[in-house]
């Protein structure tokens, strides 16, 4: 089966790396960039219409309110962006939110952390995806009618380019990434130009329509409660932040210093499209509308159902390039790609953090390893999945998606935060040098104030979201953490369990005596190679053993072993319900019972075939009494292989593999045999 999959699975991600190939994976801040920051990049193409899409609900009088809410969100930002600079400096080994809030304030808000990020890490998967395939949609109508489909497939499509390694996968997604925000300064640039210097008009295609107001005149406390939402749903700009705190690890040296620039760079790009793209909105009269069928009005008539309400990117952007030109082509075809790989942020984020859970033994063991191309393939794979499941439960609708988003990461955000308190606190008991004192009480004034902001917004955001869908997020909170508990409990149990004592013990008494057990079925090949090889272990006992389901072949075996003179002792068990596995497992219980001290050898004879199919044909009884066996204390189970003819021709081919050169290799020579290059010293 490995050698059936084997091609198919190169070719789709590529040879295996070597573990000392490692360093070469590790990543510049070029490449960094759009690998750990597409997500807040990207993000600046919908938190702008959340916010609309909120205030719409007051009507367009309430949209004068947009540019306070951006300064808020601003503020967030860069708050932070500042914050998680103290984070990578003082926590450069990758385990970012988790290993702060564990290290500071204990396992349990570590794993509370973990639980939030992880929810977080799958929700920005789903949104991304979900409101890249709607940009998409705007111009190719087969997309919209399809969207759960389309979702589905570039998820796998996502999956598959991080399967080949990050380098690799962060060398694709630079392109977009960077033709996104140069698309975007681009439109802003002009658009200010065009408005404040040529005095141009500039309309959105929704600016001749009129916004029927859910709840119009709205004052008071209803009001503020209308704008915290607003401003819960533009914090969605804010998303894969910490990711750049995960993967510390993954640039190059200096580590902490490079992922600090990064952050710093992350944070002024967005923050600067983020207000572009609201202010350019607010200029052309951009109108968005939670319901656009009904909400939305022309010349006093509802849209109706046929209407599709772009985003306010797209809006934006026909308003200054103008409606089809190469410029607003460009910036759709960039924005629906970047939103596609804004995903990667969580690509590299789960995975990783996966793997410091799982070293941690909060989850399970194979998530720690790197696979053949050097990337947490794993994790990779889990994360898709569960991408995928809520795509599809959720229709791939970005709307009812971005209910859930952002909790998890503001959880995450105020306990990191709060542990980094901890961290300078406990620090600056201990340190005398006035310089680093200095240096660590204005890290722990930026820190207070992080944790102070992003607490007041988790507040906002719960009270604001939680009826819309945010209950969502917080129950898969509890149930990672419940799982995640339970999975560290079972290897704390397994790890007490399987420690070996100081004091003698039985596991390491020898045993009285060791019964071995030949199974028979026919006097072949097989058996007589397992009958020998029962016969060098010098057991105290050997017998061979048959299970009677036929009388005539039973008869038959017995008649051979006798003519061919088998100094082995042979022992039949009827079985009247054909049964074999069974007989044989009441078999060696009773010899355990007759000589607990006694242990029990079971030697099976096994076929290997060289084809997946033969697989079904051959050994599933054996299979079965192995699983059975594994149950039975004091009893050991040998399989002796004897190779069949097509498992030899399996063999020779997978040599033929191995020995295959590339197109015009055979030219050039292998690459530890070719010459090397002249030096040029004389």
């Not at 820190?447 to 979201?465: E, I, P, S, Y």
């Amino acid at each position: 089966m490995s050698k059936l999959t084997d091609v198919p699975k190169r070719i789709l991600i590529g040879r295996a790396l070597r573990s000392d190939k490692l360093g070469e994976t590790l990543l510049p801040k070029r490449i960094a960039l759009p690998v750990f920051a597409s997500d807040p990049l990207s993000s600046v193409a919908y938190a702008p219409g959340e916010v609309l899409l909120v205030l719409s609900i007051a009507g367009v009088s309430a949209y004068h309110f947009s540019p306070w809410i951006a300064a808020a969100v601003v503020v967030l930002m860069f708050t932070v962006v500042a914050s998680y600079r103290q984070n990578v400096r003082a926590y450069p080994s990758g385990g970012g939110d988790y290993e702060v809030a564990n290290t500071n304030l204990g396992p349990r808000a570590g794993l509370t952390v973990a639980s939030a990020l992880l929810v977080d890490y799958v929700l920005t998967v789903a949104v991304s995806i979900a409101s890249g395939v709607e940009n998409l949609g705007s111009a190719i109508p087969f997309v919209v009618e399809h969207k759960v489909l389309c979702a589905i497939g570039i998820i796998v499509l996502l999956t598959l380019m991080n399967l080949r390694g990050v380098r690799e996968s962060g060398k694709l997604f630079a392109i977009p990434t960077y033709v996104f925000v140069a698309g975007v300064f681009i439109m802003i640039a002009w658009g200010a130009f065009k408005g404040l210097v040529l005095d141009a008009p500039m309309k959105a295609p929704t600016a001749d329509l009129e916004i029927k107001a859910e709840q119009g005149g709205l004052a008071g406390f209803a009001l503020i409660f209308l704008l915290l939402r607003a401003f819960s749903s533009g914090c969605a700009a804010l998303t894969g932040v910490e990711a750049i705190s995960n993967g510390v690890p993954a640039f190059r040296k200096p580590k902490s210093k490079n992922a600090a620039t990064t952050l710093l760079l992350m944070g002024a790009l967005a923050v600067t499209m983020f207000c572009g793209i609201i202010g350019l909105a607010m200029a052309t009269k951009v109108k968005m509308a939670e319901t656009p069928a009904q909400d939305l009005l022309r010349d006093g008539t509802p849209v109706g159902a046929d209407y599709v309400q772009n985003p306010v990117i797209s809006q934006v952007a026909a308003a200054v390039f103008g409606d089809g030109t190469f410029f607003f082509v460009l910036l759709a075809a960039a924005t629906a790609l970047v939103l596609f790989l804004a995903a990667n942020t969580a690509y590299n984020g789960f995975p990783l953090l996966g793997s410091i859970l799982a070293q941690d033994r909060y989850l399970p063991r194979q998530l720690h390893t790197r696979g053949d191309r050097l990337a947490f393939s794993n994790g990779i794979v889990l994360l898709a999945g569960a991408a995928i499941l809520l795509v599809w439960l959720y229709g791939a609708d970005s709307t009812k998606l971005i209910q859930l988003y952002i909790v998890g990461v503001f959880v995450s955000f105020t306990l990191s935060q709060t542990g980094m308190v901890r961290h300078w606190n406990r620090h600056l008991k201990t340190e005398k040098d006035p310089a680093k004192r200095r240096t660590m009480i204005r890290s722990r004034a930026i820190n207070t104030f992080g944790a102070f902001f992003t607490g007041l917004v988790l507040v906002v955001v719960l009270a604001t979201k939680f009826t819309h869908g945010a209950w969502v997020a917080l129950l898969g909170m509890v149930i990672f953490y419940g799982t995640m508990s339970a999975i560290r409990k079972h290897y704390d149990r397994v790890s007490e369990e399987i420690a070996a004592p100081d004091e003698p013990s039985d596991d390491s008494v020898r045993p009285s005596r060791v019964h071995a057990i030949v199974l028979v079925s026919k006097v072949h090949r097989p058996t007589l190679r397992a009958l020998a090889y029962a016969k060098l272990m010098r057991v105290d006992k050997l017998e061979a053993l048959s299970i009677s389901v036929d009388t005539a072949e039973t008869k038959a075996l017995r008649e051979e072993w006798d003519r061919r003179g088998i100094n082995v002792p042979l022992k039949i068990l009827d079985s009247p319900y054909r049964e074999i596995t069974r007989p044989i497992i009441e078999y060696v219980k009773g010899l355990r019972r007759e000589s607990p001290r006694d242990v029990v050898s079971v030697v099976i004879p096994e076929y290997v075939v060289g084809h997946w199919y033969e697989h079904l044909l051959h050994n599933q009884s054996a299979l079965r009494l192995k699983g059975r066996l594994l149950f039975t204390p004091g009893v050991m189970v040998t399989s002796v292989p004897y190779q069949l003819v097509s498992s030899e021709v399996a063999k020779k081919r997978a040599r033929k593999r191995q020995e295959w050169n590339a197109p015009g290799s055979v030219r050039r020579g292998p690459v530890d045999q070719r010459p090397k290059e002249p030096s040029g010293k004389g």
